[in-house]
Protein backbone atom coordinates (compact mmCIF):
# COMPACT_ATOMS: atom_id res chain seq x y z
CA UNK A 1 0.00 0.00 0.00
CA UNK A 2 1.12 3.48 -0.65
CA UNK A 3 1.49 5.35 2.67
CA UNK A 4 2.96 8.65 1.57
CA UNK A 5 -0.25 9.31 -0.11
CA UNK A 6 -2.88 10.86 2.14
CA UNK A 7 -5.48 11.84 0.64
CA UNK A 8 -9.02 10.28 1.72
CA UNK A 9 -7.33 8.74 4.82
CA UNK A 10 -8.66 9.62 8.56
CA UNK A 11 -6.22 10.50 11.16
CA UNK A 12 -8.37 10.20 14.61
CA UNK A 13 -8.26 12.98 17.02
CA UNK A 14 -9.58 14.65 19.54
CA UNK A 15 -8.99 18.54 18.09
CA UNK A 16 -11.36 21.31 17.11
CA UNK A 17 -11.66 20.12 14.02
CA UNK A 18 -12.23 16.87 14.17
CA UNK A 19 -14.91 17.67 16.90
CA UNK A 20 -17.45 20.05 14.46
CA UNK A 21 -20.36 18.90 12.40
CA UNK A 22 -19.28 17.48 9.25
CA UNK A 23 -22.20 19.23 7.71
CA UNK A 24 -20.46 22.82 8.98
CA UNK A 25 -16.90 21.30 7.69
CA UNK A 26 -18.72 20.47 4.30
CA UNK A 27 -20.63 23.68 3.90
CA UNK A 28 -17.30 25.76 5.15
CA UNK A 29 -14.89 23.79 2.68
CA UNK A 30 -17.13 24.75 -0.18
CA UNK A 31 -17.71 28.36 0.88
CA UNK A 32 -13.68 28.45 0.87
CA UNK A 33 -13.12 26.76 -2.75
CA UNK A 34 -15.26 29.63 -3.77
CA UNK A 35 -13.82 32.50 -2.11
CA UNK A 36 -10.66 31.38 -2.71
CA UNK A 37 -11.08 32.38 -6.44
CA UNK A 38 -11.81 36.33 -5.25
CA UNK A 39 -8.19 36.24 -3.64
CA UNK A 40 -6.65 38.53 -5.90
CA UNK A 41 -3.69 40.95 -3.97
CA UNK A 42 -1.00 40.16 -1.77
CA UNK A 43 -2.62 40.63 1.66
CA UNK A 44 -6.14 38.86 0.89
CA UNK A 45 -3.97 36.00 -0.23
CA UNK A 46 -1.70 35.94 2.74
CA UNK A 47 -4.82 35.93 5.01
CA UNK A 48 -6.29 32.69 3.25
CA UNK A 49 -2.82 31.02 3.41
CA UNK A 50 -2.34 32.08 7.52
CA UNK A 51 -6.03 30.81 8.08
CA UNK A 52 -4.83 28.05 6.66
CA UNK A 53 -2.39 26.90 8.04
CA UNK A 54 -3.70 27.35 11.52
CA UNK A 55 -6.63 25.52 10.48
CA UNK A 56 -4.02 23.00 9.76
CA UNK A 57 -1.71 23.73 12.71
CA UNK A 58 -5.10 23.46 14.83
CA UNK A 59 -5.99 19.37 13.64
CA UNK A 60 -2.94 18.90 15.77
CA UNK A 61 -1.95 16.35 13.02
CA UNK A 62 1.99 16.61 12.52
CA UNK A 63 3.02 18.89 9.64
CA UNK A 64 5.22 17.03 8.50
CA UNK A 65 2.97 14.70 7.64
CA UNK A 66 0.89 16.21 6.25
CA UNK A 67 3.59 18.03 3.75
CA UNK A 68 4.96 14.59 3.19
CA UNK A 69 1.23 13.64 1.95
CA UNK A 70 1.03 16.15 -0.15
CA UNK A 71 4.25 14.82 -2.42
CA UNK A 72 2.54 13.68 -5.33
CA UNK A 73 0.19 17.10 -5.40
CA UNK A 74 3.57 19.34 -5.46
CA UNK A 75 4.43 18.08 -8.76
CA UNK A 76 0.94 19.09 -9.76
CA UNK A 77 1.57 22.48 -8.52
CA UNK A 78 4.76 22.71 -9.62
CA UNK A 79 3.79 21.94 -13.35
CA UNK A 80 0.74 24.41 -13.35
CA UNK A 81 3.39 27.26 -12.39
CA UNK A 82 5.85 25.93 -15.04
CA UNK A 83 3.17 25.84 -17.64
CA UNK A 84 2.22 29.63 -16.91
CA UNK A 85 5.77 30.73 -16.84
CA UNK A 86 6.08 30.02 -20.24
CA UNK A 87 2.20 30.22 -21.47
CA UNK A 88 1.63 33.99 -20.30
CA UNK A 89 3.29 37.15 -21.82
CA UNK A 90 2.08 40.32 -19.46
CA UNK A 91 3.84 42.66 -18.20
CA UNK A 92 7.86 43.02 -18.73
CA UNK A 93 10.15 40.92 -19.10
CA UNK A 94 12.38 40.12 -16.02
CA UNK A 95 14.63 37.81 -17.02
CA UNK A 96 16.01 35.25 -19.94
CA UNK A 97 16.48 32.02 -19.43
CA UNK A 98 18.63 30.01 -22.42
CA UNK A 99 17.41 33.25 -24.27
CA UNK A 100 13.91 32.26 -22.92
CA UNK A 101 11.65 35.36 -21.37
CA UNK A 102 10.19 35.57 -18.54
CA UNK A 103 7.12 37.83 -18.13
CA UNK A 104 6.81 39.60 -14.54
CA UNK A 105 3.19 38.65 -15.31
CA UNK A 106 3.76 35.47 -15.97
CA UNK A 107 5.41 35.07 -12.85
CA UNK A 108 2.68 36.76 -10.41
CA UNK A 109 0.01 34.62 -12.08
CA UNK A 110 2.10 31.42 -11.68
CA UNK A 111 2.93 31.89 -8.00
CA UNK A 112 -1.25 32.99 -7.34
CA UNK A 113 -2.59 30.06 -9.19
CA UNK A 114 -0.52 27.41 -8.11
CA UNK A 115 -1.09 28.91 -4.43
CA UNK A 116 -4.89 29.30 -5.12
CA UNK A 117 -4.36 24.98 -6.01
CA UNK A 118 -1.96 24.71 -2.91
CA UNK A 119 -4.86 26.29 -0.52
CA UNK A 120 -8.32 24.48 -2.44
CA UNK A 121 -5.84 20.69 -1.87
CA UNK A 122 -4.96 21.25 1.60
CA UNK A 123 -8.06 22.98 2.96
CA UNK A 124 -10.25 19.82 1.46
CA UNK A 125 -7.42 17.18 2.64
CA UNK A 126 -8.18 18.68 6.04
CA UNK A 127 -12.14 17.59 5.51
CA UNK A 128 -10.87 13.83 5.17
CA UNK A 129 -8.15 13.55 7.06
CA UNK A 130 -10.11 15.04 10.16
CA UNK A 131 -13.60 13.11 9.75
CA UNK A 132 -14.54 10.08 9.16
CA UNK A 133 -16.55 8.80 6.05
CA UNK A 134 -19.32 7.55 7.77
CA UNK A 135 -19.62 11.00 9.03
CA UNK A 136 -19.07 12.30 5.65
CA UNK A 137 -21.78 10.36 4.23
CA UNK A 138 -23.94 11.22 6.79
CA UNK A 139 -23.42 15.11 6.40
CA UNK A 140 -24.23 14.66 2.53
CA UNK A 141 -27.34 12.80 3.40
CA UNK A 142 -28.72 15.32 5.68
CA UNK A 143 -27.46 17.98 3.61
CA UNK A 144 -29.17 16.64 0.61
CA UNK A 145 -32.24 16.01 2.48
CA UNK A 146 -34.36 18.92 0.89
CA UNK A 147 -34.12 17.02 -2.43
CA UNK A 148 -36.45 14.38 -1.34
CA UNK A 149 -38.80 16.32 -2.30
CA UNK A 150 -37.66 16.15 -6.11
CA UNK A 151 -37.94 12.29 -6.14
CA UNK A 152 -33.92 11.99 -5.68
CA UNK A 153 -33.10 8.77 -3.58
CA UNK A 154 -31.01 10.60 -1.44
CA UNK A 155 -30.81 7.45 1.47
CA UNK A 156 -29.97 5.25 -1.36
CA UNK A 157 -26.71 7.36 -2.66
CA UNK A 158 -25.44 7.97 0.64
CA UNK A 159 -25.64 3.91 1.40
CA UNK A 160 -24.44 3.31 -1.93
CA UNK A 161 -21.14 5.99 -1.13
CA UNK A 162 -20.70 4.43 2.20
CA UNK A 163 -20.67 1.17 1.36
CA UNK A 164 -17.88 1.77 -1.10
CA UNK A 165 -15.90 4.03 1.02
CA UNK A 166 -16.01 1.25 3.23
CA UNK A 167 -15.02 -1.50 1.22
CA UNK A 168 -11.96 0.55 -0.07
CA UNK A 169 -9.71 -0.73 2.54
CA UNK A 170 -10.89 -4.19 2.39
CA UNK A 171 -10.19 -4.33 -1.32
CA UNK A 172 -6.94 -2.92 -0.75
CA UNK A 173 -5.90 -5.58 1.99
CA UNK A 174 -7.61 -8.18 -0.53
CA UNK A 175 -5.58 -7.14 -3.63
CA UNK A 176 -2.27 -6.77 -1.39
CA UNK A 177 -3.16 -10.27 -0.20
CA UNK A 178 -3.75 -11.69 -4.24
CA UNK A 179 -0.82 -9.91 -5.34
CA UNK A 180 1.18 -11.82 -2.96
CA UNK A 181 -0.19 -15.39 -3.05
CA UNK A 182 0.38 -14.74 -7.04
CA UNK A 183 3.64 -12.89 -6.84
CA UNK A 184 4.89 -16.46 -4.80
CA UNK A 185 3.11 -18.15 -8.04
CA UNK A 186 6.12 -16.84 -9.78
CA UNK A 187 3.86 -13.63 -11.15
CA UNK A 188 6.07 -10.56 -11.85
CA UNK A 189 4.24 -7.14 -11.56
CA UNK A 190 7.21 -5.05 -11.66
CA UNK A 191 9.61 -5.78 -14.72
CA UNK A 192 9.11 -6.92 -18.28
CA UNK A 193 7.21 -6.09 -21.00
CA UNK A 194 4.56 -3.87 -21.26
CA UNK A 195 2.29 -6.47 -22.65
CA UNK A 196 3.57 -9.51 -19.90
CA UNK A 197 2.60 -6.37 -17.62
CA UNK A 198 -0.53 -6.33 -18.75
CA UNK A 199 -1.20 -9.85 -18.75
CA UNK A 200 0.11 -10.23 -15.29
CA UNK A 201 -3.22 -8.09 -13.97
CA UNK A 202 -5.23 -10.95 -15.15
CA UNK A 203 -4.64 -13.21 -12.05
CA UNK A 204 -5.18 -10.27 -9.74
CA UNK A 205 -8.14 -8.93 -11.25
CA UNK A 206 -10.53 -12.16 -11.59
CA UNK A 207 -10.13 -13.06 -8.01
CA UNK A 208 -11.01 -9.72 -6.98
CA UNK A 209 -13.79 -9.26 -9.02
CA UNK A 210 -14.87 -12.17 -7.57
CA UNK A 211 -14.73 -11.83 -4.06
CA UNK A 212 -16.25 -8.65 -4.52
CA UNK A 213 -19.14 -9.59 -5.66
CA UNK A 214 -19.76 -12.20 -3.06
CA UNK A 215 -19.12 -10.03 -0.76
CA UNK A 216 -21.79 -7.45 -1.77
CA UNK A 217 -23.85 -10.78 -2.07
CA UNK A 218 -22.83 -11.97 1.42
CA UNK A 219 -23.70 -7.88 2.61
CA UNK A 220 -26.93 -7.77 1.21
CA UNK A 221 -28.15 -10.67 2.59
CA UNK A 222 -26.79 -9.65 5.89
CA UNK A 223 -28.37 -6.46 5.91
CA UNK A 224 -31.40 -7.91 4.72
CA UNK A 225 -31.36 -10.20 7.85
CA UNK A 226 -31.07 -7.71 10.11
CA UNK A 227 -34.35 -5.89 8.70
CA UNK A 228 -33.03 -3.30 6.02
CA UNK A 229 -35.64 -1.92 4.40
CA UNK A 230 -34.39 1.55 2.92
CA UNK A 231 -34.32 4.40 4.31
CA UNK A 232 -38.21 5.13 5.42
CA UNK A 233 -38.39 5.26 9.51
CA UNK A 234 -35.09 4.58 9.77
CA UNK A 235 -33.39 6.58 12.73
CA UNK A 236 -29.76 7.17 13.46
CA UNK A 237 -27.34 5.94 16.16
CA UNK A 238 -25.27 8.91 15.57
CA UNK A 239 -27.31 12.17 15.48
CA UNK A 240 -25.52 15.50 13.80
CA UNK A 241 -26.40 18.47 16.12
CA UNK A 242 -25.29 21.78 15.20
CA UNK A 243 -23.44 22.71 18.65
CA UNK A 244 -21.36 26.26 20.02
CA UNK A 245 -18.80 25.14 18.74
CA UNK A 246 -19.78 24.76 14.94
CA UNK A 247 -21.54 28.43 15.78
CA UNK A 248 -18.27 29.50 16.65
CA UNK A 249 -16.69 28.47 13.77
CA UNK A 250 -19.04 29.93 11.12
CA UNK A 251 -18.39 33.26 12.82
CA UNK A 252 -14.83 32.87 13.08
CA UNK A 253 -14.92 31.78 8.75
CA UNK A 254 -17.21 34.60 7.94
CA UNK A 255 -14.52 36.99 9.43
CA UNK A 256 -11.75 35.67 7.70
CA UNK A 257 -13.80 36.03 4.60
CA UNK A 258 -15.02 39.59 5.43
CA UNK A 259 -11.27 40.37 6.19
CA UNK A 260 -10.44 38.81 2.75
CA UNK A 261 -12.75 40.83 0.66
CA UNK A 262 -11.76 44.30 2.66
CA UNK A 263 -7.99 43.39 1.53
CA UNK A 264 -9.24 42.55 -2.29
CA UNK A 265 -7.59 45.33 -4.65
CA UNK B 1 17.56 -25.57 2.60
CA UNK B 2 18.05 -23.86 5.69
CA UNK B 3 16.41 -20.85 7.04
CA UNK B 4 17.37 -18.79 9.23
CA UNK B 5 16.51 -15.01 10.80
CA UNK B 6 18.90 -13.06 12.99
CA UNK B 7 17.10 -9.95 14.81
CA UNK B 8 14.82 -9.00 12.49
CA UNK B 9 12.48 -5.93 12.92
CA UNK B 10 9.91 -5.56 10.34
CA UNK B 11 7.81 -2.05 10.66
CA UNK B 12 4.49 -1.47 8.45
CA UNK B 13 4.20 2.22 7.43
CA UNK B 14 7.25 3.82 9.04
CA UNK B 15 6.94 7.31 10.10
CA UNK B 16 3.41 7.90 9.89
CA UNK B 17 0.63 7.58 12.38
CA UNK B 18 -0.02 4.22 11.78
CA UNK B 19 3.42 3.16 12.23
CA UNK B 20 2.95 -0.30 13.59
CA UNK B 21 5.98 -2.79 14.22
CA UNK B 22 5.16 -5.97 13.70
CA UNK B 23 8.17 -8.01 14.71
CA UNK B 24 10.76 -7.24 17.01
CA UNK B 25 14.44 -8.57 17.34
CA UNK B 26 12.88 -12.10 16.12
CA UNK B 27 16.09 -14.99 15.66
CA UNK B 28 15.50 -18.37 15.11
CA UNK B 29 17.01 -21.23 12.62
CA UNK B 30 15.04 -23.56 10.94
CA UNK B 31 17.27 -26.79 9.19
CA UNK B 32 16.83 -28.13 5.90
CA UNK B 33 14.53 -30.78 6.90
CA UNK B 34 12.46 -30.33 9.66
CA UNK B 35 8.86 -29.91 9.99
CA UNK B 36 8.11 -26.51 12.31
CA UNK B 37 5.21 -25.34 13.66
CA UNK B 38 4.38 -21.44 14.32
CA UNK B 39 2.19 -20.79 17.02
CA UNK B 40 0.47 -17.94 18.21
CA UNK B 41 -2.93 -15.75 18.53
CA UNK B 42 -4.12 -13.33 16.16
CA UNK B 43 -1.73 -10.72 15.46
CA UNK B 44 1.59 -11.95 16.83
CA UNK B 45 3.49 -11.92 13.64
CA UNK B 46 2.75 -14.95 12.19
CA UNK B 47 1.53 -13.92 8.71
CA UNK B 48 4.96 -11.00 8.53
CA UNK B 49 6.93 -13.76 9.39
CA UNK B 50 5.61 -16.19 6.31
CA UNK B 51 6.30 -13.18 4.01
CA UNK B 52 10.01 -13.19 5.26
CA UNK B 53 9.79 -16.56 4.03
CA UNK B 54 10.03 -15.97 -0.24
CA UNK B 55 10.82 -12.07 0.09
CA UNK B 56 7.22 -10.24 -0.37
CA UNK B 57 9.06 -8.61 2.56
CA UNK B 58 12.57 -7.67 3.67
CA UNK B 59 13.19 -7.20 7.35
CA UNK B 60 13.30 -3.28 8.12
CA UNK B 61 16.54 -4.17 10.37
CA UNK B 62 18.19 -7.49 10.58
CA UNK B 63 18.97 -9.97 8.34
CA UNK B 64 17.06 -13.23 6.92
CA UNK B 65 18.92 -16.06 4.97
CA UNK B 66 16.86 -18.38 2.96
CA UNK B 67 19.08 -20.94 1.58
CA UNK B 68 21.73 -19.31 -0.31
CA UNK B 69 19.66 -15.79 -0.27
CA UNK B 70 20.62 -13.18 2.01
CA UNK B 71 17.61 -10.33 2.23
CA UNK B 72 18.32 -7.27 4.29
CA UNK B 73 16.58 -3.88 4.30
CA UNK B 74 18.77 -2.50 1.13
CA UNK B 75 19.56 -5.90 -0.29
CA UNK B 76 17.53 -7.84 -2.29
CA UNK B 77 18.56 -11.15 -4.25
CA UNK B 78 18.67 -10.60 -8.04
CA UNK B 79 16.94 -13.77 -8.39
CA UNK B 80 14.30 -12.71 -6.67
CA UNK B 81 11.79 -15.30 -8.70
CA UNK B 82 14.30 -18.62 -8.63
CA UNK B 83 13.81 -17.75 -4.28
CA UNK B 84 9.74 -17.98 -5.01
CA UNK B 85 10.57 -20.91 -6.81
CA UNK B 86 12.06 -22.85 -3.83
CA UNK B 87 9.60 -21.55 -1.87
CA UNK B 88 6.54 -22.15 -1.86
CA UNK B 89 3.53 -21.09 -0.17
CA UNK B 90 0.36 -21.62 0.41
CA UNK B 91 -1.46 -18.95 1.87
CA UNK B 92 -4.63 -18.60 4.19
CA UNK B 93 -7.91 -19.28 2.18
CA UNK B 94 -5.98 -20.29 -0.96
CA UNK B 95 -8.36 -20.84 -3.15
CA UNK B 96 -9.00 -17.26 -3.13
CA UNK B 97 -5.92 -17.25 -6.02
CA UNK B 98 -7.65 -19.27 -8.46
CA UNK B 99 -8.79 -17.62 -11.57
CA UNK B 100 -7.83 -19.36 -14.68
CA UNK B 101 -11.03 -20.58 -16.94
CA UNK B 102 -9.84 -24.49 -15.83
CA UNK B 103 -8.28 -26.72 -12.43
CA UNK B 104 -5.58 -27.57 -15.17
CA UNK B 105 -4.64 -24.00 -16.51
CA UNK B 106 -4.67 -22.71 -13.00
CA UNK B 107 -2.38 -25.50 -11.85
CA UNK B 108 0.04 -25.14 -14.29
CA UNK B 109 0.23 -21.36 -13.88
CA UNK B 110 2.61 -21.46 -10.99
CA UNK B 111 5.50 -23.40 -12.95
CA UNK B 112 4.59 -21.68 -16.40
CA UNK B 113 5.96 -18.66 -14.52
CA UNK B 114 8.69 -19.92 -13.24
CA UNK B 115 9.63 -21.49 -17.09
CA UNK B 116 9.36 -25.19 -16.65
CA UNK B 117 8.99 -26.81 -19.66
CA UNK B 118 4.99 -27.65 -21.54
CA UNK B 119 5.66 -31.43 -21.29
CA UNK B 120 6.96 -31.56 -17.46
CA UNK B 121 4.05 -29.33 -16.47
CA UNK B 122 1.60 -31.77 -17.60
CA UNK B 123 3.25 -34.65 -15.82
CA UNK B 124 3.30 -32.24 -12.69
CA UNK B 125 -0.41 -30.90 -13.02
CA UNK B 126 -0.78 -34.90 -13.01
CA UNK B 127 1.21 -35.98 -9.98
CA UNK B 128 0.09 -32.31 -7.94
CA UNK B 129 -3.32 -32.73 -8.61
CA UNK B 130 -3.04 -36.95 -7.30
CA UNK B 131 -1.18 -35.63 -4.32
CA UNK B 132 -4.30 -33.22 -3.41
CA UNK B 133 -6.69 -36.12 -3.36
CA UNK B 134 -8.74 -34.89 -6.70
CA UNK B 135 -9.80 -36.93 -9.73
CA UNK B 136 -8.19 -36.21 -13.13
CA UNK B 137 -11.36 -36.21 -14.14
CA UNK B 138 -11.55 -32.44 -13.07
CA UNK B 139 -9.18 -31.48 -14.79
CA UNK B 140 -10.90 -29.46 -17.39
CA UNK B 141 -13.41 -28.12 -15.08
CA UNK B 142 -13.81 -24.66 -13.91
CA UNK B 143 -12.28 -24.28 -10.70
CA UNK B 144 -15.37 -21.82 -9.72
CA UNK B 145 -17.68 -24.77 -10.28
CA UNK B 146 -16.25 -26.54 -7.51
CA UNK B 147 -17.24 -27.01 -4.00
CA UNK B 148 -14.89 -25.20 -1.36
CA UNK B 149 -13.11 -27.69 -0.27
CA UNK B 150 -11.97 -28.85 -3.10
CA UNK B 151 -11.06 -25.88 -4.70
CA UNK B 152 -8.56 -25.29 -1.29
CA UNK B 153 -7.09 -28.33 -2.82
CA UNK B 154 -6.47 -27.30 -6.09
CA UNK B 155 -5.09 -24.32 -4.85
CA UNK B 156 -3.01 -26.40 -2.99
CA UNK B 157 -2.27 -28.60 -6.50
CA UNK B 158 -1.18 -25.50 -7.53
CA UNK B 159 1.50 -24.23 -5.50
CA UNK B 160 2.91 -27.97 -5.21
CA UNK B 161 3.18 -28.16 -9.17
CA UNK B 162 6.36 -26.03 -8.41
CA UNK B 163 8.10 -28.56 -6.93
CA UNK B 164 8.84 -26.12 -3.99
CA UNK B 165 12.31 -27.23 -2.00
CA UNK B 166 10.26 -25.30 1.70
CA UNK B 167 6.92 -25.57 1.96
CA UNK B 168 5.13 -22.84 3.81
CA UNK B 169 1.65 -23.49 4.96
CA UNK B 170 -0.60 -20.31 6.71
CA UNK B 171 -3.28 -22.40 8.65
CA UNK B 172 -4.15 -24.78 5.72
CA UNK B 173 -6.97 -26.72 7.20
CA UNK B 174 -9.32 -23.24 8.16
CA UNK B 175 -12.79 -23.95 7.44
CA UNK B 176 -12.21 -27.53 6.51
CA UNK B 177 -14.38 -30.15 7.71
CA UNK B 178 -12.67 -32.54 9.92
CA UNK B 179 -11.88 -35.04 7.90
CA UNK B 180 -10.61 -32.90 4.64
CA UNK B 181 -8.47 -31.45 7.39
CA UNK B 182 -7.18 -34.92 8.43
CA UNK B 183 -6.51 -36.02 4.97
CA UNK B 184 -4.94 -32.68 3.57
CA UNK B 185 -2.75 -32.72 7.02
CA UNK B 186 -1.66 -36.06 6.31
CA UNK B 187 -0.78 -35.51 2.71
CA UNK B 188 1.26 -32.74 3.67
CA UNK B 189 3.19 -34.61 5.80
CA UNK B 190 3.72 -37.66 3.51
CA UNK B 191 5.02 -35.10 1.04
CA UNK B 192 7.44 -33.44 4.11
CA UNK B 193 8.81 -37.46 4.43
CA UNK B 194 9.05 -38.77 0.70
CA UNK B 195 10.44 -35.30 -0.69
CA UNK B 196 12.61 -34.45 2.24
CA UNK B 197 10.91 -30.75 2.35
CA UNK B 198 11.79 -28.46 4.50
CA UNK B 199 7.61 -27.47 5.89
CA UNK B 200 6.86 -24.81 8.59
CA UNK B 201 3.50 -24.98 9.46
CA UNK B 202 1.49 -21.77 10.81
CA UNK B 203 -1.15 -23.17 12.82
CA UNK B 204 -3.97 -22.32 16.04
CA UNK B 205 -4.43 -25.92 15.85
CA UNK B 206 -1.60 -27.02 19.20
CA UNK B 207 -3.13 -30.77 17.97
CA UNK B 208 -1.39 -30.66 14.39
CA UNK B 209 1.63 -28.92 15.61
CA UNK B 210 2.37 -31.88 18.05
CA UNK B 211 1.48 -34.43 15.73
CA UNK B 212 3.36 -33.42 12.95
CA UNK B 213 6.55 -30.91 13.98
CA UNK B 214 9.63 -31.65 15.08
CA UNK B 215 10.71 -28.25 16.67
CA UNK B 216 7.71 -25.11 17.79
CA UNK B 217 7.84 -21.61 17.92
CA UNK B 218 5.67 -19.73 19.53
CA UNK B 219 5.53 -16.34 18.81
CA UNK B 220 4.37 -13.09 20.89
CA UNK B 221 3.68 -9.56 20.00
CA UNK B 222 6.42 -10.32 17.51
CA UNK B 223 8.55 -11.54 19.75
CA UNK B 224 10.02 -15.22 19.91
CA UNK B 225 8.29 -16.59 23.40
CA UNK B 226 9.06 -20.28 23.04
CA UNK B 227 10.94 -22.03 21.03
CA UNK B 228 11.85 -25.95 21.12
CA UNK B 229 10.85 -29.90 20.97
CA UNK B 230 7.50 -29.93 21.30
CA UNK B 231 8.22 -31.94 24.12
CA UNK B 232 9.76 -28.79 25.79
CA UNK B 233 7.13 -26.00 24.90
CA UNK B 234 4.14 -28.19 25.97
CA UNK B 235 5.64 -28.67 29.16
CA UNK B 236 5.14 -25.59 29.49
CA UNK B 237 1.28 -25.11 30.29
CA UNK B 238 1.63 -22.74 32.74
CA UNK B 239 3.50 -19.71 30.16
CA UNK B 240 1.41 -20.78 26.86
CA UNK B 241 -2.07 -20.10 28.71
CA UNK B 242 -0.50 -16.43 29.39
CA UNK B 243 -0.81 -16.10 25.62
CA UNK B 244 -4.00 -17.12 25.00
CA UNK B 245 -2.63 -20.78 24.08
CA UNK B 246 -3.12 -23.69 25.50
CA UNK B 247 -1.33 -27.60 25.32
CA UNK B 248 -3.29 -30.21 23.07
CA UNK B 249 -6.20 -31.76 24.31
CA UNK B 250 -4.64 -35.15 24.55
CA UNK B 251 -1.96 -33.60 26.48
CA UNK B 252 -4.41 -32.43 29.01
CA UNK B 253 -6.03 -35.59 29.43
CA UNK B 254 -2.89 -37.68 29.50
CA UNK B 255 -1.83 -35.19 32.29
CA UNK B 256 -5.12 -35.56 34.17
CA UNK B 257 -5.08 -39.13 34.06
CA UNK B 258 -1.43 -39.09 35.44
CA UNK B 259 -2.56 -37.01 38.73
CA UNK B 260 -5.79 -38.80 39.02
CA UNK B 261 -4.45 -41.87 39.79
CA UNK B 262 -0.71 -41.19 40.18
CA UNK B 263 0.28 -42.51 36.97
CA UNK B 264 2.75 -41.78 35.04
CA UNK B 265 2.28 -42.21 31.68
CA UNK B 266 4.19 -40.38 29.28
CA UNK B 267 2.69 -38.82 25.94
CA UNK B 268 4.47 -40.09 22.39
CA UNK B 269 2.34 -40.32 19.84
CA UNK B 270 0.32 -43.26 20.97
CA UNK B 271 -2.74 -43.78 19.84
CA UNK B 272 -5.65 -43.71 21.64
CA UNK B 273 -5.82 -47.25 21.90
CA UNK B 274 -2.42 -47.84 22.85
CA UNK B 275 -3.33 -45.06 25.64
CA UNK B 276 -6.03 -46.75 26.89
CA UNK B 277 -4.21 -49.85 27.22
CA UNK B 278 -1.69 -48.23 28.82
CA UNK B 279 -4.15 -46.36 31.36
CA UNK B 280 -5.64 -49.84 32.01
CA UNK B 281 -2.76 -51.84 33.32
CA UNK B 282 -1.89 -48.81 35.31
CA UNK B 283 -4.80 -49.31 36.96
CA UNK B 284 -4.96 -52.62 37.89
CA UNK B 285 -1.21 -52.30 38.77
CA UNK B 286 -2.97 -50.08 41.11
CA UNK B 287 -5.40 -52.00 42.53
CA UNK B 288 -3.12 -55.49 43.02
CA UNK B 289 -1.06 -52.95 45.14
CA UNK B 290 -3.74 -52.31 47.50
Redesign the interface.
Known amino acids: ?N?AFIIGQY?PGESFIHRLDPRTKISLIFFFVIFVFFANSVLSYALLTIFSFLVALSTK??PS?IIKGLTPVWFLIIFTFTIHLIVTQEGEVLYRILGFPIYSGALIQGFSISLRFFLLILFTSLLTLTTTPIEITDAIESLLNPLKKIRLPVHELALMMSISLRFIPTLMQETD??S?????????FRSGSLKSRVEAV??LL??LF??AFKRAEELAMAMEARGYRGGEGRTKLRELKIRKLDYLAMILFSLVIAGMFLLRK | MDISFENVDYIYQPNSPFQFQALKNLSFEIKSGEFVAIVGHTGSGKSTVIQHLNGLLRPTHGKTKIGDFTLTSDHKPKDMKSLREQVGIVFQYPEHQLFEETVEKDISFGPANFGVATEQIKERVKTSIEAVGISTDLLNRSPFELSGGQMRRVAIAGVLAVEPKVLVLDEPTAGLDPKGRKEIMNMFYRLHKEKGLTTILVTHHMEDALKFSDKVIVLEKGTKYLEGSVQEVFSNQARLNKVQLDIPEILTVVKEINNRFGLSIDYQGQSLDELAVQVSVGLKGLKKHE
Open positions: MSIIKFKIKAQASRGVDIPVPIS
